[in-house]
């Protein structure tokens, strides 16, 4: 089949276009190489900062509409809003893609409005809790400017949420929470879990250190409130005080995403996300690595998914900090706890996220 994935996010699209080329799919990848991240790309969609970057990249998505981006026999759009442009752009671009190609897709692997609204004034939320709501209702991090809930939430932008969702014909999940949320709000739109493609073949390998144990927080600057990564940080702070010369945290800027890789097996453990019910690209990158991930692990995400023996992860609760912070203080002081942990990832990442495997859950929907 010949593929475009139009849009990307932490290089999903971009490992899952190689497990595809590997099955034989011709597969081409339009993004911004996900900003600062910079990954693999075969169109360049960065846009140039200003009015004048957004004109400069609607010209240029315009015409690629009648050559580069046009006779597709599936099109797979990382978000509705698949490119730097405003909503009232993108719904003349999506009719446009939607006539020129094939089957129109939605890879689910990032917010969108729909899963905004849902958090924030869902009755009750699909979810326990996330970066917008927990027990208490929303989340401190939520009424912040970062957050930028007004833009989600105006009408502009839910209003071509509605069209986007309207247009596709079905999805294809990378999380276990924007599965569940898709599921609940669009009950017709056929959908199915793909996960978090992994490459396996080339994953550099970590040993678990003899020293201090080594911990690298991996926390996107700018979006630590949204993760609870400054919460994390905090516990870490706090463990390597207390632990005094057996935890060393390492807390460097936004590193690009080939850097990042090859640097994560460096580590003993990977701090990555608070409000995650499911592991995402760091933590499965950290797995395959027998790197030890804090991140998404729940019950919920395990039933999921099927899996009843591993439990490679430590997952942190938001509704319950000091119980999270005693439970991380004792893992990070039990070197056979964590060799145990660290030994169950790549297995975890072979049964579950094997960048082939998930290639394979993409075509069969693409059939079925």
Known sequence: MKILFLGDGSAYHAN??????????????????????????????????GKTGGAMLWMKMSSMMESQLTGFDIVHLSSPSFTSLKP??????????????????????????????????????????????DATGHTPWSHTAQAEAEAWLSVGLTDYTDEFFCTVEGAVSALYEYHKVIEAMHPGLPLAYGGIPIDMSDIPRHKLSEGPVRILYAAHKGREGEKGADILLGMLRRVESELKGKVVVDTPENVPYHQFRQRLADYDVVSDQLYSFTPATTALMAMAM???????????????????????????????????????????????????????????????????????????????
């Open 88 to 133: 009232v752009r993108l719904a003349v671009l999506l009719k446009k893609i939607k006539a020129g190609n094939g089957r129109l897709f939605y890879s689910a692997l990032g917010t969108d409005s729909d899963y905004v609204r849902n958090c924030l004034y869902g009755t009750p939320p699909v979810l326990r809790y996330s970066e917008w709501h």
């Open 290 to 368: 027998g790197v030890v991930p804090i991140s998404g692990g729940t019950p919920e995400f395990y039933d999921f998914i099927g899996e009843r023996e591993l439990r490679p992860i430590f997952n942190p609760d938001p509704l319950d900090l000091e119980g999270t912070y005693q439970s991380l203080k004792t893992l990070l002081s039990d070197r056979d706890a964590l060799r145990s942990m660290s030994e169950q990832g790549p297995e975890f990442i072979r049964r579950h996220n094997d960048a082939g495997l998930v290639a394979r859950r993409f075509v069969d929907f693409w059939n079925n």
């Open 16 to 49: 899952l276009a190689v497990a595809l080329r590997r099955q034989g799919h011709d597969v081409t990848v339009a993004s911004d190489g996900t900003r600062w991240m910079q990954t693999d790309r075969d169109i360049d969609l960065q846009r140039a900062f």
